[in-house]
């Protein structure tokens, strides 16, 4: 049996109707760029997440870039963020100018370590950028006290993130702005990029506005210098008529990872991935593994869909070769790079899919282990 990583058109079969409704609504109104459909998205989203505002944007990429701006973050400012993560989190910083200050993860959450952060916080510190990776919120309270200590900003980066909760909030509601991402295979996913910042502070809700429309508030008058960031009006009706279902999916994305836990329990030198702070959503369900490339190709050769997240923590990406970062400055980040590997999570599973990963996966990594 062959069990594909994702797959988006079992999920579309579910939904089709609703969601050609929205695109069909969309095109019959010719309202493309913001207007109603992005409004309407935006309070539903806001509401979701537990925040007073939401802004649609492009893409989660230009969530966290918007987000940035609206700080006025640029050269020289230093944001503290996390090395194991998707490249849009510190590619967003460089972009303005600034500097991304990496600290190293919690082995087990993969979550950046809030035991390491004060170490790394200079006078030019301006924000932290905790991820909440994989779907599970990073341990929020700490990073809040440090940053209102030393008064920076907290942008939580959640674009994998949506629903996920910390002792009682959501993710994305807790610090300055929250970020999410819309990209198909997201837990929330439009037909092509969005993204939304939701934040719960009615001045920085105006300037994202308007920094997403070229800084121009009115139309052809610019007191700022903003970006094309608009959130297509066809791409908020699809997560529209997607968000009714979402707790749904959510639920289902839990009960598979429960399953795995129980399949994968006491399989030696695997490690599933521990819940710490609930709900946890699971964009991904990320085991960690010796031996992984021979486990992974031998899951391959199965049919069993894999994918690394992420193969080279960012401290060691070429672009960043100028902070100085050697081989073994980020341990836990770099041994998590070399043990990683994520299986089908989706919630369109059946048990008898998940029952083949795992037989597989037991075969696998009995295999590996064999001299």
Known sequence: MSVPLLDLKAQHATIAEDVMAAIGRVVASQAFILG?????????????????????????TDALLAALMALDIGPGDEIITSPFTFFATAGAIAR????PV?????????????????????????????????????????????????????????????????????AGSMGA??????????????????????????ALAERLRVLRAHGSK???????????????????????????????WTEARRRNARLYDRLLAGLPGLTTPPVRFEPHVFNQYVIRVPERGRVQAALGARGIGTEIYYPLPLHRQEC?????????????????????????????????QIAEVAAALKDAVGAAASP
């Open 36 to 60: 109603p459909e992005v409004a309407a998205c935006e309070a539903e989203i806001a509401a979701y997440c537990g925040a007073r505002h939401g802004v649609g944007v492009s893409s989660g």
């Open 96 to 99: 303005l100018g600034a500097v």
């Open 102 to 170: 990496f600290v190293d993860i919690e082995p087990d959450s993969f979550n950046i370590d809030p035991a390491g952060i004060e170490a790394a916080i200079t006078p030019r510190s301006r924000a932290i950028v905790p991820v909440h990776l994989y779907g599970q919120c990073a341990d929020m309270d700490p990073i809040l006290d440090l940053a209102a200590r030393h008064r920076l900003a907290v942008i939580e980066d959640a674009a994998q993130a949506i629903g996920a909760g910390y002792k009682g909030r959501s």
């Open 177 to 202: 702005m929250g970020c999410f991402s819309f990209f198909p295979s997201k837990n929330l996913g439009a037909c092509g990029d969005g993204g939304m910042v939701v934040t719960n502070d009615d």
């Open 218 to 248: 009115p139309k052809y008058f610019h007191a700022m210098v903003g970006g094309n960031f608009r959130l297509d009006a066809l791409q908020a009706a699809v997560v529209r008529a997607k968000l009714p279902h979402l707790a749904g």
């Open 320 to 352: 960043f070769a100028a902070l100085g970062h050697g081989p073994g400055s980020l341990p836990h980040s770099e041994l998590a790079a070399e043990q990683v590997l994520a299986l089908p999570i989706y919630p369109e599973l059946s048990e008898a």
